[in-house]
């Protein structure tokens, strides 16, 4: 068990739904990392939160979006969903001290499936 | 931009076999390389890491040795088991910023026999 937890483990919905994704990183964690694993593009960087803010953008698209509350436990958005959003959805959580290696922690996923 | 890219799967090998996964990566600067594995149904763990050139990571038996020469960190073991069967992620982080995302490669799924 690596300490990050994530609700629901499954989500099935239908195309055009919007479904919120969340995440609580491990007890002193200020990062929480989001990534995306599809069959297709493999497992791919969307967005990085630190402390309530947003630190960098990977690939993610438009209708997708997170943020990060004040007890740090962080929430990921994805609206007008569609087939090609179906994948597994990680997060990961970090300390982030500087000047030392800060290894992720990843949660054990949620599964989307849109219909 | 930086990029990772490993062996194509699947790997089947019988208990006890040598195991090499191929991992090679393009990056500016000096990247921090990691090897996750992820269990079926599980999230990714750490299996090991190194952070500089001529590094060897390590763990459970399995070894990759940071190589800047030729810009690679393959990942070997010298007697699989059955419960190594999963898939492995070659990654790296750019050591230029903090926080900074990890970038994957595509995985490679290895299956042990008994």
């Known amino acids: 068990d690596s300490g990050v937890t994530q609700t629901p483990k499954h989500l099935i919905t239908a195309t055009g739904q919007r479904v919120t994704l969340r995440c609580s990183p491990r007890s002193g964690d200020l990062s929480v990392y989001w990534y995306q694993q599809s069959l297709d593009q493999g497992l791919q960087f969307l967005i990085h939160y630190y402390n309530g803010e947003e630190r960098a953008k990977g690939n993610i698209l438009e209708r997708f979006s997170a943020q990060q509350f004040p007890d740090l436990h962080s929430e990921l958005n994805l609206s007008s969903l569609e087939l090609g959003d179906s994948a597994l959805y990680f997060c990961a959580s970090s300390v982030e001290k500087a000047g030392r290696y800060n290894e992720q922690f990843f949660g054990p996923g949620t599964r989307l499936t849109v219909l | 931009g930086d990029s990772v890219t490993q062996m194509e799967g699947p790997v089947t090998l019988s208990e006890e076999a040598f195991l090499t996964i191929n991992c090679t990566y393009t990056?500016?600067?000096?990247?921090?390389l990691f090897w996750y594995v992820q269990y079926p149904g599980e999230g990714l763990q750490l299996l090991l890491k190194?952070?500089?050139?001529?590094d060897k990571g390590s763990n459970k038996g399995f070894e990759a040795t940071y190589r800047k020469e030729t810009t690679s960190f393959h990942l070997e073991k010298g007697s699989v088991q059955v419960s190594d069967s999963a898939v492995y992620f070659c990654a790296l982080r750019s050591r230029n910023q903090a926080g900074t995302a990890l970038i994957f490669g595509k995985g490679t799924t290895l299956s042990v026999s008994s």
């Open positions: 990056a500016t600067g000096y990247p921090s």
């Open positions: 190194a952070t500089k050139a001529d």
